[in-house]
């Protein structure tokens, strides 16, 4: 696949793909459907970023393209239950961090829903609770994730790191 350069010179089309397989489980061991993804994304000779939440994938557009075929059947054998998908183009300007993290938006919306509310309204206790559900559930290894936790929650982040450091009660 090729586009045209700004300069009308045909160039070679690089892609980048996040993927997320779900469910998530707390620290220790990734779970076996995102690990058979990653290596169905590194057989198809991907260059693989393989993070907690999420992996990240580049490459040429007809290699990520035919690729991602080969990374969702692998997900979904080894026990994937959803596989979320975002492609970009490698050259395109990256998107504002919070909508990169289309995982730790979900994460919140399921810690939501599991507590009965916004986060914003629960009591001490509640937003105590949410942290180490956050936590447990590898949130905080994402890059500025305290800061997004801490928005959704109405407190700052050193509120949010007190909550890590303290024992659950």
């Not at 160039?11 to 990734?30: D, I, M, W």
């Not at 609770?129 to 801490?150: M, N, P, Q």
């Amino acid at each position: 696949m090729e586009r045209l350069s700004s300069t009308g010179y045909a160039r070679p089309v690089e892609l980048e793909a996040e993927f997320t397989s779900e469910p998530f489980q707390g620290e220790g061991e990734p779970p076996e459907h995102a690990v058979r993804a990653r290596e169905a994304a590194e057989k198809a000779g991907l260059t693989t970023n393989f993070g907690p939440l999420g992996t990240t994938v580049s490459g040429s557009a007809d290699a990520v393209l035919s690729g991602l075929a080969d990374i969702a059947r692998a997900a979904i054998e080894a026990g994937a239950t959803r596989l979320t998908l975002q492609v970009r183009l490698a050259d395109a300007p990256a998107a504002h961090p919070v909508e990169l993290n289309s995982a730790l938006d979900r994460l919140i919306a399921d810690v939501e829903r599991e507590l009965g509310g916004k986060l914003a309204g629960l009591d001490r206790a509640g937003k105590q609770h949410a942290v180490r559900l956050f936590k447990e559930r590898g949130a905080f290894t994402l890059r500025k994730s305290v800061a997004t936790v801490a928005e959704a929650l109405g407190v700052t982040r050193f509120t949010v790191y007190n909550y890590l450091n303290r024992e659950p009660e």
